[in-house]
């Protein structure tokens, strides 16, 4: 019989509704029913294309016996950390601040009143490498609980308190300057590994917030090693295992530091930072491997993460079938010498087998291999190469898909609209362009209610419960302001300017401009969370700092620009010694030191071509975090083109930074030169 979740609209939540146990979702009920019970609450979160979520759940979460132990002794609440990004952030800081990691799943054991005592991750059905099994996990709680309930109940005080001491650190409330940059990218340096592009050890993931520092810095300053860093990353991470060579799209990280072998989930945010860095990266280069990934990275979030709304969904799983009815990670990915030879015949299994660098031992488990491109191979036959990689494609089409998680996340949208929108301008591909506006369409019209509060969640066309956090105010924020400078269209920019006004009102502390993940209003937990440290994706505070100043940019708002500049106080303070985890901030602070530019193109209609051919050389400028702003003479879309004519009766561009303004251009290869950073 299905327990609570089967009401829930996550699908992660979805995915326990026929355990055994007798889930409850978070709420002040589960609380309430742990009280009145008298026992602990077992928190476990996870999310749908967690591979070791799978695991524990199958091993002990679908056990009759294990649920039966824990039903008795518990009450169990399951929390998808990616409809409750809140309640995961606050469990996981304390869960890395008394093991010293964290990880999901994420197991933690809680005091009626949320207070955490005890922690872990996975753990196994069975004692196995010095970990304890869940059972007798379960067993010894269990037993702490109802012997030692004083020790239980100093353990979960000192923790809250220790959490409510570690305040951040914040620097003070200037923007990091030229000193605080240049000790961020030799941070950067030392980090950077020569031989294979990226930056640390295995496992390696996409550095993509810090692409675009790297980028821009290039930009304003003419490094060339940041340039190279930027490309030589970009071209090992395209050949690699990370990187889908057959549908395109990334996996979510390489567990090797040479990356080869991913671990195999594709995420929506991922894809959407990389077809952005890519396009940016080509923009400043003319690459044709960077156009060719961008491309290929946005038509698979278009072929296969668009939902039938016009959103685009969370993730796809790790694991599929693979054709034996077990769930196997890769299974829809990897390929041996014999499965080669079943589709392409024998000679040309052998091109794809050099091509792809698939192996008789295989690069993965099995005897099976990661399709890479390991050697830049001219000799090679390009129609033979596409004859191939369209059979290959076809024949892994007949395999069963992984699964797709289609709840609809604001942030992540907000992120995916950003890039398809700017791929879609740089590259004349309007359908790109298209499903952005869709995207936002989707957002404004389910997740934004009359006072433009942001719900986090959606699926199937019904909003989820949850209320927005900061990134997703921020992120969709920067999608809307990049949809805007793309289309021409103003209400992008007002609406953007409704979910700016909510980060200043009800997300930043007043007194020192820090900001705060959950809004002032939110649900209290034991502690209101706030980390401005970009992790997979952009920290709601350094991605809300850069829609603030673009925000800015467009309309002159004084406050959104003070509000910028303090929140990227924390930037100076973490750029010089943690480079790698503050990269968005870092490219804001890029954008600050150039100004950013203000750039109105003006001319008798949005579709005359000398209009179109200034707008698009407005939109490839790599001037850091410019803005464009594109209308009719006497256009009221954008506070940029009040007052701006015609000259001379042609099309114009005026570019201003730093309440300075250049004489208006009618040339496009003058508007080019004026915004190469």
């Known amino acids: 019989m299905p327990n609570r979740l089967a009401h829930e609209t996550s699908p992660y939540l979805l995915q326990h509704a026929d355990n055994p146990v007798d889930w409850w979702p978070w709420s002040s009920e589960a609380f309430e029913e742990a009280r009145k019970r008298n026992v602990p609450v077992l928190l476990s979160v996870g999310y749908s294309s967690c591979h070791w979520c799978h695991v524990m759940a199958h091993e002990s979460f679908e056990d009759e016996e294990t649920a039966e132990y824990l039903n008795a002794h518990y009450v169990s609440v399951k929390v998808d950390r990616e409809e409750r990004p809140d309640v995961d952030a606050v469990y996981m800081e304390a869960v890395q601040a008394a093991t010293g990691q964290g990880g999901w799943p994420m197991t933690v054991f809680l005091t009626p009143d949320a207070e955490p005592f005890y922690f872990g991750t996975y753990f196994p059905p069975a004692p196995r490498q010095g970990m304890p099994s869940f059972r007798q996990v379960l067993q010894g709680v269990h037993q702490a609980w109802d012997e030692r309930r004083d020790e239980v109940a100093e353990v979960a005080g000192k923790i809250v308190r220790d959490l409510a001491g570690r305040e951040i650190s914040y620097g003070d409330a200037r923007t990091p300057g030229e000193e605080e940059l240049a000790q961020a990218l030799l941070g950067l340096t030392r980090e950077y590994d020569p031989q294979r592009g990226g930056f640390g050890g295995a496992p390696k993931f996409p550095p993509s917030m810090v692409l675009e520092f790297l980028l821009r810095h290039h930009a304003r300053t003419g490094a060339e090693g940041a340039l190279q860093m930027a490309q030589d990353t970009c071209e090992r991470m395209a050949r690699g295992g990370m990187y889908d060579q057959l549908g395109g799209g990334f996996a979510r990280y390489s567990v090797d530091r040479d990356w080869v072998v991913p671990h195999f989930e594709k995420m929506l945010y991922d894809n959407a930072l990389l077809c952005r860095v890519y396009a940016h990266l080509w923009r400043s280069t003319g690459s044709e491997l960077a156009r060719r990934v961008a491309l290929e990275t946005a038509d698979f979030m278009v072929r296969e993460l668009r939902t039938n709304e016009g959103g685009f969904a969370s993730a796809l799983d790790a694991d599929s079938d693979d054709g034996t009815g077990k769930h196997v990670e890769g299974a829809y990915y990897v390929w041996t010498p014999e499965q080669l030879r079943e589709v392409l015949g024998d000679e040309d299994a052998a091109l794809a087998a050099r091509h792809f660098g698939v192996t008789e031992e295989g690069t993965f ?83 934004l209610d009359e006072q433009a509060r942001l719900t986090r969640t959606s699926k199937d066309g019904h909003a989820g419960a949850n209320a927005g956090v900061l990134e997703d105010y921020a992120d969709v924020a920067e999608g809307f302001l990049a949809l805007a400078s793309v289309t021409g269209e103003g209400v992008w920019l007002e609406f953007a300017g409704f979910l700016l006004d909510h980060v200043l009102a009800r997300f930043t502390d007043s007194e020192s401009g820090s900001l705060y993940d959950t809004a002032a209003d939110a649900e209290r937990l034991i502690r209101r969370p706030q980390d401005p440290t970009d992790n997979a994706a952009p920290s709601g505070w350094t991605a809300a700092a850069n829609a603030l100043l673009s925000y800015a940019a467009h309309t002159g708002s004084e406050p959104h620009r003070t509000a910028a500049e303090r929140a990227l106080g924390v930037v100076k303070a973490l750029g010089p010694r943690v480079p790698r985890f503050i990269g968005w901030g870092l490219a804001a602070a890029e954008a600050v030191l150039d100004g950013p530019r203000e750039i109105a193109v003006v001319g008798p209609a949005l579709d005359d071509e000398g209009t179109r051919t200034l707008h698009r050389t407005a939109l490839l400028g790599t001037a850091p975090g410019a803005v464009v702003a594109v209308g009719a003479q006497g256009s009221e879309e954008f506070p940029l083109l009040a007052d701006r004519p015609l000259v001379d009766g042609e099309p114009a561009a005026y570019v201003c930074r730093n309440f300075t303004c250049d004489a208006p251009t009618t040339e496009p290869d003058r508007l080019r030169t004026v915004l190469s950073g």
């Not at 491109?373 to 290959?392: F, G």
């Not at 790109?432 to 957002?443: C, K, Q, R, T």
């Open 365 to 447: 488990e099995e005897g099976a291999s990661v399709l890479q491109l390991p050697v830049r191979d001219a000799l090679l036959d390009a129609q033979k190469v596409a004859s191939i990689h369209e059979r290959l494609l076809a024949a892994r089409a007949e395999r069963p898909a992984p699964g797709r998680d289609d709840k609809v996340v604001a942030a992540w949208n907000g992120l995916a609209i950003a890039a398809l929108a700017e791929t879609g301008a740089y590259f004349d591909r309007p359908d790109l362009v298209e499903a952005a506006v869709a995207a936002a369409d989707l957002l404004v019209r389910l997740h």
